[in-house]
């Protein structure tokens, strides 16, 4: 059964650098999203693409975040600038156009010192 | 705005032993979707099942049901006969239709509810 997959699963970094959070979905879907949540707490909404576009963003995602399929495969987030804050597990999301259901991958784990 | 409320935070049941979880949803659409995920102890994201807001027939899948009332915004989720590995935090969620906003979808998500199956 096609899975959406993520890597890294786990990634430390350091305050103020970047990271790429990649995620490969599902071979037919075409809107992707992106969640978040932070350990203990609820699942959070960060932002939808389709068609190389992003859709729809929550206030979460501010300008430190960016989005992109580059090479028609991965769909990538972006942190420029890391926070504390930004310690969570996030979570790809993807969907085909004839369905409701978004299928998940299985996580990154980033944590922030 | 969107708003589900998982009131149970967690639930500690012996196995065999049926569980419901409750979740009441808030949405100012008329045409909506619910879910109920899974997320086991290794920290992914489940799909178990969802519901039109426009259907509801309540269902049995194997040992899950559900009940659907729109008259009280309610999507409860039961458990039959529990096992070790049905522990976990369940997540109710909601997105508004497909066809009013095609391109954004958004989940919204309870808080979630830890199950806890013991032996």
């Known amino acids: 059964e096609p899975e959406v997959t993520q890597t890294p699963s786990h990634q430390v970094t350091q305050m103020g650098q970047e990271v790429i959070l990649r995620c490969v979905p599902i071979?037919?879907?075409?809107?992707f999203y992106w969640y978040r949540q932070i350990l203990g707490q609820k699942v959070e909404f960060l932002v939808s693409?389709?068609?190389?576009?992003?859709?729809?963003k929550s206030e979460i995602f501010d300008d430190q975040f960016s989005v992109e399929r580059p090479d028609g495969s991965n769909f990538t987030l972006k942190i420029r600038s890391t926070k504390l804050e930004d310690s969570a597990m996030y979570f790809c999301?993807?969907?085909?156009?004839?369905?409701?259901?978004?299928?998940f991958g299985p996580g990154t784990r980033l944590l922030v010192l | 705005a969107q708003k589900v409320t998982q009131a149970q935070t967690e639930i500690s049941v012996v196995e065999k032993e049926d569980v419901t979880l409750d979740c009441v949803y808030e949405?100012?659409?008329?045409?909506?979707?619910l879910f109920w995920y899974k997320q086991p102890p290794s920290g992914e994201l489940v799909f178990l099942i969802r519901r039109n807001s426009f259907d509801e027939q309540n269902e049995i899948s194997g040992r899950y049901s559900w009940n659907f009332q729109k008259s009280t915004s309610s999507f409860n989720f039961t458990i039959t006969a529990s096992q070790v590995v049905d522990s976990a935090v369940y997540f109710c969620?909601?997105?508004?239709?497909?066809?009013?906003?095609?391109?954004?979808?958004?989940?919204?998500f309870g808080g979630g509810t830890r199950v806890l199956v013991k032996p």
């Open positions: 999301a993807t969907r085909a156009g004839t369905q409701e259901t978004q299928y």
């Open positions: 949405t100012r659409d008329t045409t909506y979707y």
């Open positions: 071979s037919n879907h075409l809107y």
């Open positions: 693409f389709y068609n190389n576009e992003i859709s729809e």
């Open positions: 969620a909601l997105s508004e239709a497909m066809v009013i906003k095609a391109a954004g979808n958004k989940l919204t």
